[in-house]
């Protein structure tokens, strides 16, 4: 009869606990770089509607401390929260800031600017270099 020997089976346990050391926190960034991404390409939607909103209204759209339902539904739009946190604030007619926050890690931040290298913008936390900080 043919068997593993209590040292081989040690020997693959370790390097497999090796190797996993190293692929899951390669993987945990990943998922936080496409998280970012998400959040930019939300927030660029927002800021587009909204631009939409104010060409049709004369001023960007009302509120203060919005959430991602509120938000949906004042400028007939389906953001999908995905993980992260939404909030929008109308500061005059003219100015508004919208974010977007994963728990401590980053917060996306975007206004009434038109999209570019500096809109939207990291303002806090880890943004793996996909947009600036604010």
């Known amino acids: 009869m043919k068997a593993f020997t209590l040292m081989e089976v ?3 346990i370790i390097l ?3 190797v996993a050391s190293f692929a899951i926190p390669n993987y945990t960034t990943s998922i936080n770089r496409t998280r970012v991404r ?3 390409s939300q927030l ?3 800021n587009a509607a909204n631009a939409v909103y104010r060409a049709q209204a004369s001023a960007f759209y ?3 401390g919005l959430t ?3 938000i949906n539904s004042g400028l007939n739009i ?3 929260a995905n993980s992260l946190t939404y909030s929008y604030t109308r500061s005059s007619t003219t100015a508004y800031t919208a974010t977007a ?3 401590s890690t980053f917060t996306v931040r975007v206004n009434e600017s038109a999209i570019s290298s500096t809109n939207p913008c990291c303002s806090a936390g880890d943004c793996y270099s996909i947009v600036p900080a604010c």
């Open 68 to 70: 991602i339902d509120a």
């Open 101 to 103: 926050v994963y728990g």
């Open 62 to 64: 009302p509120g203060t």
């Open 10 to 12: 040690m020997v693959v």
């Open 16 to 18: 497999l606990v090796v």
């Open 78 to 80: 389906n953001l999908i």
């Open 44 to 46: 660029s939607v927002l």
């Open 38 to 40: 998400d959040a930019v």
